[in-house]
Structure formats: structure tokens, C-alpha cells
């Protein structure tokens, strides 16, 4: 069994997998646009077809983990909420690299700094809503 994220961008999905690729080194798996299913495959709560040009589906690779994404219907309000991605780094440098990193554009809610738990933790919020939490976890012992 797996439990795999699944993010709607709410309109914004093509930005974040751009940002996602440069950002942490995301990977593109697949993608499947609106105009990529049959004919009357999706449908918004309102009755309107989504944005044939939008993302219906994708898969992004992230490290050993992938993150499955959309636009959903394309309102333009996507919310993130009750959630964090964990994203856990090699090493303190890599850490640094990928906080700095998602947090261009985004809000910072705890610098990176040691911990008692982790070598390096800090948390924020990237430029689409989604918050983060970067670590290095500490080796017991």
C-alpha cells in the first residue's frame, strides 16, 4: 500500500511543475491535459467543460516520492490547508539549497536552524500556498 499527495493548483498546475523542476528537482512522470481525455470526460460543478489547455493529471518525481498534481476546474482559488510536505535533505547544504529554494516567492514560518530532532528543520509556505517543512533528520545514537 502507498499514500501519495495529490495537489490542486486550481489553474496555476504548469507554473508549479516549472517551479517544482527548478525548485527541488522535480521530475515530470507523466501529464495529461483536459484536452488529452474523451470528449465530455471532465466536468466543473457548474456544468462547464475545464480549460481544454489545463492539466488534468500529473505525476511528479520528487527524491523516492512521487506527488500527483492538477488544476482541478480552474476556479483560480487553490488552498492549501491542514498539511505539510515533508522534504528530507542529505545533508545541512542541501537543505539550505532546497529551503531557499521553495521559499522564492513564498513565506518563511521558521528559518532553517538546528534542532533538537534535525541538524537542520525550517518550515514554510512556497509561492502557491503549499506549505513545506525542509529537514535533515539527526542519526540516533
Not at 470526460?41 to 518525481?61: E, I, N, R
Not at 488552498?79 to 518563511?108: I, W
Request: net charge negative; proline share 7%; aromatic share 10%.
Amino acid at each position: 500500500m502507498q499514500t501519495q499527495p495529490y495537489l490542486f493548483f486550481d489553474g496555476r498546475c504548469e507554473e508549479a511543475i516549472a517551479f517544482y523542476r527548478q525548485a527541488i528537482g522535480a521530475e515530470v512522470v507523466m501529464l495529461m491535459r483536459y484536452a488529452d481525455g474523451p470528449e465530455g470526460s471532465a466536468q466543473c460543478p457548474d456544468g462547464t467543460q475545464p480549460p481544454a489547455d489545463k492539466v488534468m493529471h500529473a505525476c511528479l518525481q520528487i527524491g523516492s516520492t512521487q506527488v500527483l498534481v492538477s488544476d482541478g476546474f480552474s476556479g483560480g482559488h487553490p488552498e492549501f490547508k491542514g498539511f505539510s510536505l515533508a522534504l528530507s535533505a542529505d545533508d545541512d547544504t542541501a537543505a539550505k539549497r532546497l529551503f531557499d529554494n521553495l521559499a522564492d516567492g513564498g513565506q518563511v514560518q521558521q528559518p532553517l536552524m538546528p534542532t533538537f530532532f534535525a541538524s537542520s528543520f525550517g518550515m514554510l509556505v512556497d509561492r502557491f500556498g503549499v506549505a513545506w517543512m525542509v529537514l535533515v533528520p539527526s542519526t540516533p545514537g
